[in-house]
């Protein structure tokens, strides 16, 4: 199966500074991949290569097998939608003017919105539960609603991938888990997310794969089953931790410096680490390694 | 956030009652009959008066006061429409049209017009050729440095800006202090006297296609409102509309240059005033504001020719009315920009 | 200060110079009481003199042009023609005239002046400034009061006893009086109510203008003329604009201008069409070279700028030789006699 995004040996400096360092992956369509990293390890800066963003200082991005950098932005807006991290607007649009906004890669260059397409941005807001929010402003609602607000724009645009930079920051427990279940649903429709995160929990809990920065460097690849383990992350933050299992089968984080009073060892986890590789090949993911002198077991298993 | 089409309606309304007002405003009383003689007797060739009186009042009508009614309609609602795109476009409520630099290179332009020159002509050639050049000018100095395009924008619009003021600066120093420096300090206080029938009908043809450009791309302005990367994955050719955007904006504001020298702070007031009243969403915010400013600066010239003998400068007026209204918008306008 | 103690000031600066002359007899300095009324200590030979802004520039030029020590302000490519070429190698070293050319005193010592001349007026910086300013040229600092036409003839015989050039200056100070008492008589001869009215247009638009008292529009009432823009002068910047109706409002008899853009397209120009002195073509442009015969600089040009006026305002009354004025005019003040055809040249756009 051809990747449908797929990021090969890019690096990427800004200001002389290197931020990403020969990175590659590649997304199959239908696929959720988070990716994860301490502050300053070049997540967000990977999410704007794939968007065409910047321009890659070595190594390709591509898009259905299309540099991405070749693509009207017109033409890659139709396939992949960016959700940002919700931020303040200077200007108090209405919800419904923003939603809306995604319908510009289907119209020509001098155009008016039309009828239908307000119908089609009420439609997609409609299904994320926001449609009564229409006409109010954006600067005017909850950090969840704004993030709503922003995925019914990426579904009016159309678009089957959505690239998002930490969805759930800023927003609150509750809020937090209904976003989640929204990305479930979507991705159980066959939509594509990338998505940068700092909670590796939520990875363990929708599955998908993780792709692990540190410094600019893949560290680690795989399944979040697989990828997420203790050592990885102790070693991703610099902070002991601890992986473990609730009583209905639910992997979760914790650190130990919080734990360390209660002693309840699990040593399940490092067994379970090791033997499920079998399952990588079968999800369709493919790892792509990440450097050469980087030999670890998840490199060799991509070697196609 | 008011109800869009009744506050549209109700400020066009008030724009044409203004307009027919400031025909029968003025420091040579005319009234109300006389303006009906007038009407009848160009129309139906009817005297209603002497003949000399009737030249009279057509010369005051057609001549002096129509041209600067207007004029006034015109700078106003450019330099309300370019200051409202130019605040959409670097989200930022406070931002006026001289942001990169129209307003000083005009400056400069026209000084240099009025010492070397002394042709009314080339003065006001002068101001859009340096007006154009200056934000020509910020946009390669942004072009020099990688990094957040708008802010780079922004510091080359500084930097021209202050180079073009640098320039003006020596101009007036080297200008003859008995005439030419009087004449560019008080050309750069603004007004409408100069402009004749003539020059609006040139300048007018440009603004209002330049209008109608940025009318076109408002849905690309909201977008824009969103930051360059937003834009960008919406689908919107960033670069491109922005230099069209800009273009036509600049256009605009160094052609009020020409037609009425500096007016300060309807660009910045007016966007406000607007979003105030009917939102943010440019595909009727810039049409309001351009009726807005409009209307605004009809009544600044109105006061301008009437309350004294002397004419009080327009860019006086804009900002000594513009900076007490802004206050008040500041305080409502706490909790974000709306 | 009244106008009589002033007027004593005046002649106070004679006596004592003619005090002195007999009891020092030739001395190296001699001491002189300047029109401000003060004590001050002057070179025998002045040999380099310095104005401290156009109108004191003005006045040495005319008395003695060989003795500036520096100009005020760059002379204009027009002006040059109609200037002493004496003028034309002196370097610029600016002035105090309330524009930014102020000197760098460096330049100004460069120039060794002897004696600094400066022109003393309500516009002006005050004497205590301009005396704490100029002390490091270590120079003797001379007032010459010069607010009205009318004193031109004593600031004529001040300039010549100053600079020895008394055979020079009376002749001056004559033609000022002789300028004097014409207007007096055209005064004289013309009822009030036979006065003209007149409009002073200035800028390029012609929009705007000076009030009836405003030390820039002075000519207009010597010459018998009504300024039609009565108000009191705030200050001595002028320029007051006007809106075009209140120009038909006034609709004046007479405009004179100082701008050609506005004299050349003024006929063209539908809004000033129904005003009664462009109806009649009165409007008259002020001869402008080598320095304005009105007033921007207001200097001595307008001894004959007020004749020039006063004929245009009343050619029965006043009739005038203009070719013949004006050749003695500027062989006297300016010592350059005009041919015929730089004579049009003064009096055409």
Known sequence: ?304 | MMKRFPVVLAISLLLAVASLGSLLLGRYPVSLDDMMNFTSWSFHGCPGGKEQEMGLLQNIFLDIRLPRIIGAVMVGSALSVSGTAFQSMFINPLVSPGLLGVLAGASFGAALGMVFFNSLLWVQILAFAFGCGAVSLSMVLARFNTGDRLLMLILGGIISGAFFTALLSIVKYLADPYNQLPAIVFWLMGGLSTLTNDLLIYLSLPILASMAALMTLTPYMNALSMGDEEARSLGVHVGLVRAVLISCATLMSALTVVMAGIIGWVGLVVPHIARMLIGPDNRILIPTSALIGALYLLLMDDLSRLVFTVEIPLGILTALCGIPFFVLVLKHARKGWG | MTYNTRNRLRILPMTVLLSFFFLHGHSLARDIVDMAGRMVTVPEKIKKIYGTSPPATNLICAVAPEKLAGLNTPIRDAEKKFTDPILLKLPVVGGWFGQGQTPNMESLLAVHPDLILAWQSKQSMKNTDIEKVLKPLNAPLVFVVLDHVKDYPAVFRFMGMLLEEEKQTEALARYAEKTLSDMKSVRAAVPEKKRVTVYYAENDDGLSTECEGSMHAELIPLCSGVNVHTCMAKDGYGMDKVSMEQVILYDPQVIVTHSVPFYTGLFADKRWKSIRAVRDKRVYLIPREPMNWFDRPPSFMRLIGARWLAHNFYPDVYPWNADEETQAFYSLFLDRPLAKAELREIFEP
Request: with cysteine.
């Open chain 1, 1 to 304: 199966m051809m990747a449908f995004i797929s990021v090969n040996q890019v690096s990427f400096a800004y200001n002389g500074k290197s931020v990403l360092d020969q990175v590659s992956v590649a997304i199959p369509k239908g696929e959720i991949l988070w990716v994860l990293g301490p502050n300053g390890s070049g997540k967000t800066t990977l999410l704007k290569l794939i968007l065409g963003f910047y321009r890659p200082d070595a190594g390709t991005v591509l898009v259905n097998g299309c540099p991405v950098l070749n693509l009207p932005s017109r033409i890659l807006a139709r396939d992949i939608a960016y959700v940002p991290q919700v931020h303040h607007m200077a200007f108090s649009f209405r919800m419904l003017d923003v939603v809306m906004m995604g319908r510009i890669p289907h119209k020509p260059f001098f155009f008016r919105y039309s009828k239908e397409d307000e119908h089609l941005a009420e439609s997609a807001m409609a299904r994320l539960g926001i449609v009564h929010l229409k006409n109010r402003p954006y600067t005017a609602v909850s950090g969840g609603e704004r993030q709503l607000c922003l995925i019914a724009r990426a579904l009016t645009q159309g678009a089957r991938t959505f690239v998002m930079d930490e969805p759930v920051s800023g927003l609150d427990y509750g809020n937090q888990i209904r976003l989640l279940t929204i990305i479930q649903s979507l991705a159980q429709e066959g939509y594509t997310f990338i998505q940068t995160t700092h909670f590796p929990d939520h990875a363990l809990w929708m599955d998908g794969q993780v792709l692990m920065l540190k410094n600019g460097k893949v560290v680690r690849e795989g399944s979040a089953e697989n990828a997420i383990t203790r050592t990885s992350l102790s070693d991703l933050y610099h902070l002991d931790m601890d992986v473990t299992q609730t009583r209905s089968g639910i992997r979760v984080c914790v650190p130990d410096a919080l734990t360390s009073q209660i002693k309840k060892k699990s040593r399940t986890d490092t067994s379970n680490d090791q033997t499920k590789e079998g399952r990588n090949r079968q999800s369709g993911f493919v790892l792509i390694k990440s450097k050469k002198g980087d030999k670890g077991k998840w490199g060799r298993d991509m070697s196609m």
